[in-house]
């Protein structure tokens, strides 16, 4: 699972991806507000498309309305539910979101037990 916030540099998420096995890719992130921290950066959907074809592997992603905490903890759960049984280990890579929403998201993890981690 990666968090990421709009306008957020994409190198963290890659970084992540390059010092662990990764078997699918669960994004969340903000509802995008089109907000671009550089212009040189790619927008999101083509950034996920590229994950899914070059590793060859699913990337889902999955909106939250807000950094709120109850609406993190929701997402997480989903998350947590959709893919019980199937895989071993659930990471949380919370190196490419904003400051409210990673320490939310790390809060979900503590809750339910996920590593995490962030480049």
Do not use: W
């Amino acid at each position: 699972m990666a968090v990421y916030s709009d306008g957020q540099s994409y190198d963290g998420l890659r970084a992540g991806i390059r010092q662990l096995p990764v078997d699918k890719i669960v994004m969340l992130h903000e509802e995008t507000r089109d907000l671009s921290a550089r212009s040189d950066q790619m927008p999101f959907s083509v950034f996920t498309k590229q994950l899914s074809d070059i590793l060859s592997i699913d990337v889902e992603e999955t909106k939250i309305r807000s950094p709120d905490l109850n609406d993190v903890l929701t997402a997480v759960r989903n998350v947590i539910r959709n893919n019980e049984g199937i895989f071993a280990n659930i990471l949380m890579n919370v190196s490419a979101a904003s400051k409210l929403l990673t320490c939310t998201a790390i809060s979900a993890g503590f809750i339910f037990g996920i590593q995490k981690f962030y480049i």
